[in-house]
């Protein structure tokens, strides 16, 4: 058995400069160029896949080898898997050859053995280099061009893998620097199985995901609850990419904006155990991006009024010409092309880098200094103080007997933080409190954000030529009123619930 320790490059093709930066990055003491033919298995009812199994057979130069994946662990495009391989003959598997200490317990090996039928395929040309650095440590290094194929549709496969054979994993990290700086590339958090299986079930394109509370046991440390809320914000970060580049749209960039800007928070909501100097580094790389991409939340407004054919102006009778100047206004921010240039560049691929190589090196340890008790310390208890404290200034801050606009405007950014810090703790209250108790400081989130869009509106309005401004003014007057209507029962609702579930 051998753990797989590998790091995913997804670039767009071969190129002389991507080859030139592997072969002088330390001494070539092999190479090869093969064609890999690959089968992926399972039963009709995907029972493997539920074992968090993966069983493929490799044919190459008439030599077969089946493999099993079992459970291992994804971080950023970093892959860590056990692996078992074995030498068969033809290109049917055999899994009851495989040891039995690899299987779950109640696993009829036989059974599965007779289910078992070809699901997807990936075939694809390796080019490979194994690399000998001067500490002793080698990294193989392979360039696969080719595709996913399953129920008659397909995917390209156009990556780079960095995979450990010994020594120092850092050597991982420095390779993929090296390639991110010469070609454009992105971190692959999704192995070719995953794709494949997709592919088996029709999928071909990947929905926009968004924010959820993050699922934790609630006997976890502190320091365990943090890496597992870093990695989920990364995990829907980089699905919204893979959104995004597949099927581009707005939504998509809404959802990494929004996804960058928790992964902020989380850095806030855990600095009483990690210390913020020591992820100085990424949240200033952070504020680089989340800059790039201020244009979002300005464009979500307008979006909300161009939905439908800007069905949300329709009782206006300037109706085309704000859809209109809406729309040219929309044309100067960056478009498709311009931010699947971002997400490609070099310095958005290295804080991705970045980010996966402190959560595998636990790099906060490093600023530790003395004893570690608060990264030991109850998940639940630190959770729980967290989130009563924010409950309670938000109550103080939603208090009176009547609120206006302009005050929900001046708590929206306190509002937003808390619902960040939500999202880091509330599973581990929810069977206490009820799924849906924070619904109404949601409401009153959403709420709020219309008020800014309604603002947003009347400000841009102030220089368009519009031949029925009075009525304008009194629809964004008529819209203020049933919004504030709205947002004062929600603001009495909210105070009554705690922001727990």
Request: aromatic share 10%; charged share 25%.
């Given at each position: 058995?051998?753990?797989?320790?590998?790091?995913?490059?997804?670039?767009?093709?071969?190129?002389?400069?991507?080859?030139?930066?592997?072969?002088s990055a330390a001494d070539v003491y092999f190479s090869a160029d093969k064609q890999l033919a690959n089968i992926y298995f399972?039963?009709?009812?995907?029972?493997?896949?539920?074992?968090?199994?993966?069983?493929?057979?490799?044919?190459?130069?008439?030599?077969?080898?089946?493999?099993?994946?079992?459970?291992?662990?994804?971080?950023?495009?970093?892959?860590?898997?056990?692996?078992?391989?074995?030498?068969?003959?033809?290109?049917?598997?055999?899994?009851?050859?495989?040891?039995?200490?690899?299987?779950?317990?109640?696993?009829?090996?036989?059974?599965?053995?007779?289910?078992?039928?070809?699901?997807?395929?990936?075939?694809?040309?390796?080019?490979?280099?194994?690399?000998?650095?001067?500490?002793?440590?080698?990294?193989?290094?392979?360039?696969?061009?080719?595709?996913?194929?399953?129920?008659?549709?397909?995917?390209?496969?156009?990556?780079?893998?960095?995979?450990?054979?010994?020594?120092?994993?850092?050597?991982?990290?420095?390779?993929?620097?090296?390639?991110?700086?010469?070609?454009?590339?992105?971190?692959?958090?999704?192995?070719?199985?995953?794709?494949?299986?997709?592919?088996?079930?029709?999928?071909?394109?990947?929905?926009?995901?968004?924010?959820?509370?993050?699922?934790?046991?609630?006997?976890?440390?502190?320091?365990?609850?943090?890496?597992?809320?870093?990695?989920?914000?990364?995990?829907?970060?980089?699905?919204?990419?893979?959104?995004?580049?597949?099927?581009?749209?707005?939504?998509?960039?809404?959802?990494?904006?929004?996804?960058?800007?928790?992964?902020?928070?989380?850095?806030?909501?855990?600095?009483?155990?990690?210390?913020?100097?020591?992820?100085?580094?990424?949240?200033?790389?952070?504020?680089?991006?989340?800059?790039?991409?201020?244009?979002?939340?300005?464009?979500s407004h307008r979006q909300h009024a161009l939905e439908d054919d800007g069905h949300f102006l329709r009782k206006l009778d300037?109706?085309?010409?704000?859809?209109?100047?809406?729309?040219?206004?929309?044309?100067?921010?960056?478009?498709?092309?311009?931010?699947?240039?971002?997400?490609?560049?070099?310095?958005?691929?290295?804080?991705?880098?970045?980010?996966?190589?402190?959560?595998?090196?636990?790099?906060?340890?490093?600023?530790?200094?003395?004893?570690?008790?608060?990264?030991?310390?109850?998940?639940?208890?630190?959770?729980?103080?967290?989130?009563?404290?924010?409950?309670?200034?938000?109550?103080?801050?939603?208090?009176?007997?009547?609120?206006?606009?302009?005050?929900?405007?001046?708590?929206?950014?306190?509002?937003?933080?808390?619902?960040?810090?939500?999202?880091?703790?509330?599973?581990?209250?929810?069977?206490?409190?009820?799924?849906?108790?924070?619904?109404?400081?949601?409401?009153?989130?959403?709420?709020?954000?219309?008020?800014?869009?309604?603002?947003?509106?009347?400000?841009?309005?102030?220089?368009?030529?519009?031949?029925?401004?009075?009525?304008?003014?009194?629809?964004?007057?008529?819209?203020?009123?049933?919004?504030?209507?709205?947002?004062?029962?929600?603001?009495?609702?909210?105070?009554?619930?705690?922001?727990?579930?």
């Amino acid at each position: 058995m051998d753990t797989e320790i590998e790091i995913k490059l997804v670039i767009s093709g071969e190129s002389d400069d991507l080859v030139q930066a592997i072969e002088s990055a330390a001494d070539v003491y092999f190479s090869a160029d093969k064609q890999l033919a690959n089968i992926y298995f399972d039963t009709p009812d995907r029972q493997l896949r539920d074992l968090d199994i993966g069983l493929r057979v490799r044919s190459t130069d008439d030599v077969a080898v089946q493999t099993i994946k079992t459970a291992g662990r994804v971080v950023g495009g970093l892959h860590q898997r056990p692996e078992y391989n074995l030498p068969i003959e033809g290109s049917r598997p055999d899994i009851t050859l495989f040891p039995e200490d690899i299987w779950p317990d109640g696993v009829n090996k036989k059974k599965l053995q007779k289910k078992l039928v070809p699901i997807f395929s990936t075939n694809f040309r390796r080019r490979s280099w194994c690399l000998r650095f001067d500490d002793g440590s080698e990294v193989e290094v392979a360039l696969d061009l080719g595709l996913v194929e399953a129920n008659h549709l397909e995917e390209p496969i156009a990556e780079v893998e960095f995979e450990l054979l010994k020594g120092d994993p850092d050597h991982l990290f420095g390779l993929a620097r090296t390639v991110s700086n010469v070609v454009p590339a992105r971190l692959g958090h999704l192995s070719k199985a995953a794709r494949g299986y997709r592919l088996a079930k029709g999928e071909v394109e990947y929905p926009v995901c968004k924010l959820r509370p993050v699922s934790l046991e609630r006997q976890s440390s502190v320091e365990t609850a943090f890496e597992a809320t870093v990695k989920s914000a990364l995990d829907t970060i980089q699905h919204n990419e893979q959104s995004f580049l597949t099927s581009p749209s707005f939504r998509a960039v809404e959802a990494l904006y929004y996804g960058y800007l928790w992964l902020q928070q989380v850095f806030e909501a855990y600095k009483e155990a990690i210390p913020l100097e020591a992820s100085e580094t990424l949240r200033d790389e952070l504020k680089w991006l989340m800059s790039s991409l201020s244009w979002v939340r300005e464009a979500s407004h307008r979006q909300h009024a161009l939905e439908d054919d800007g069905h949300f102006l329709r009782k206006l009778d300037d109706q085309a010409l704000i859809v209109s100047e809406l729309q040219m206004i929309s044309e100067q921010s960056p478009d498709q092309q311009e931010v699947s240039e971002l997400l490609l560049s070099t310095r958005y691929c290295q804080l991705v880098l970045s980010l996966t190589e402190w959560l595998f090196e636990q790099g906060w340890r490093r600023y530790m200094v003395g004893d570690k008790d608060a990264l030991e310390q109850s998940i639940k208890s630190s959770g729980r103080q967290q989130l009563t404290s924010l409950w309670q200034q938000l109550h103080l801050s939603y208090q009176g007997d009547e609120f206006n606009g302009q005050l929900y405007q001046e708590h929206f950014a306190h509002l937003e933080i808390a619902l960040g810090y939500r999202l880091c703790f509330a599973d581990l209250f929810s069977a206490e409190q009820g799924a849906d108790c924070a619904e109404p400081w949601l409401d009153l989130y959403r709420g709020s954000k219309e008020w800014h869009q309604l603002n947003y509106l009347e400000q841009l309005a102030e220089s368009w030529p519009l031949k029925e401004r009075e009525q304008f003014l009194k629809w964004l007057k008529r819209k203020r009123k049933s919004l504030l209507h709205a947002l004062e029962q929600s603001r009495f609702s909210a105070i009554q619930s705690p922001i727990f579930g």
